[in-house]
């Protein structure tokens, strides 16, 4: 299965599993738009990058109602360049959803790898790796409930049977 394809599988998977929410693939930058009025909560996700898609869903899963009530969770996003304090808070604030990202990715059969998100030439932080293996554990033994429902979906589901709608 191509990424265009499992894209579209886990698209159709993930809308039907939470209807309030729309899945829109394509992007050149990752973004939640909380809800508005009478239409539902988007993620938009990198081009067609089945990564970047589980990495959305793991942020929609891990935040409350609170969160998901403001567009992007409610959380800053500096680009590259950030200072060292600013990469810290960032590994601080990922380590948890790329937990459940690495969890998803074993669910369904590809690659994981950490996504450290900065091109300064520092090297990946050994805490970080620390953290978001920590979370990965908490993950695969105890998710919070939204998590643990994408996860077992995830689980359970024959990609090859599910129909493009």
């Avoid at 265009?4 to 309030?20: G, S, V, Y």
């Avoid at 970047?52 to 969770?73: F, P, T, V």
């Avoid at 990715?105 to 050994?126: L, Q």
Wanted: with cysteine; charged share 25%.
């Amino acid at each position: 299965m191509n990424d265009d394809h499992l894209c579209n599988k886990l698209k159709i998977l993930f809308e039907h599993l939470f209807p309030t929410l729309t899945i829109i693939g394509g992007v050149d930058e990752p973004y939640y738009e909380a809800p508005r009025a009478d239409t539902n909560a988007k993620i938009f996700f990198k081009e067609n990058y089945p990564r970047s898609l589980l990495h959305e869903i793991a942020h929609y899963c891990l935040a409350g109602q609170k969160r998901r009530k403001l567009d992007d969770y409610g959380y800053w996003y500096t680009e590259c360049g950030r200072t060292s304090e600013e990469q810290e808070l960032f590994q601080l604030v990922e380590a948890r959803p790329q937990g459940l990202e690495k969890a998803m990715c074993e669910a369904i059969g590809i690659h994981f790898s950490p996504s450290f998100d900065d091109f300064s030439g520092r090297p990946i932080s050994e805490v970080f790796l620390k953290n978001l293996e920590v979370n990965y554990q908490e993950m695969i033994t105890n998710p919070p409930p939204t998590a643990k429902i994408a996860l077992e979906t995830l689980m359970h589901t024959d990609f090859s049977t599910l129909r493009d709608n």
